[in-house]
């Protein structure tokens, strides 16, 4: 199985720039009201502090998510969404033997999902263990993720 969340996260640049225009239109509001003969009123400081926490939320969770469990081997890559055409700055890239996966889980906050993958490692005591951001993925993707690594889990254990 070969999935992405491309279409979800095509969409995030667009909403940073018009967070960022917010911030920067609010900011500049804030500081001419500043000057007037006016008091500063704090409450003009409540959208910048909106848009800035929203700014930082799309940044952090803006991820792109792609799972391909054909062949042999189970590959998982993530990557951020803004600058990602130029450089590849917060890449996670794994690429493990069906045979070594050991446990999955998926947590679902309300604002935030991710995928912790368990690997049975032989160079580190126990295994190892990788997170990766799933947020924009649809529910029926993450469905079909969780189907796809239990069938490979159970495969693993009719082995044993």
């Known amino acids: 199985m070969k999935f992405n969340n491309r279409k979800e996260t095509s969409v995030i640049p667009s909403i940073y720039i018009i967070v960022v225009a917010v911030f920067i239109t609010n900011a500049f509001a804030s500081v001419e009201l500043k000057y007037d003969d006016v008091p500063f009123n704090y409450s003009s400081l409540i959208p910048n502090v909106i848009a800035l926490l929203v700014g930082i939320y799309i940044f952090v969770v803006g991820k792109t998510f792609e799972f391909d469990s054909d062949g042999e081997t189970i590959n998982f890559k993530s990557?951020?969404?803004?600058?990602?055409?130029?450089?590849?700055?917060?890449?996670?890239?794994?690429?493990?033997?069906?045979s070594k996966l050991k446990d999955f889980r998926v947590e679902n906050y309300f604002f935030y999902k991710r995928l912790h993958i368990y690997i049975h490692s032989r160079n580190s005591k126990g295994y190892r263990h990788y997170r990766y951001n799933i947020t924009f993925l649809t529910a029926k993707k993450v469905k079909s993720l969780k189907m796809s690594l239990a069938k490979v889990l159970e495969k693993n254990k009719a082995r044993v």
């Open 79 to 98: 990557n951020g969404v803004l600058v990602s055409q130029f450089m590849h700055y917060r890449e996670q890239r794994t690429e493990v033997p069906k």
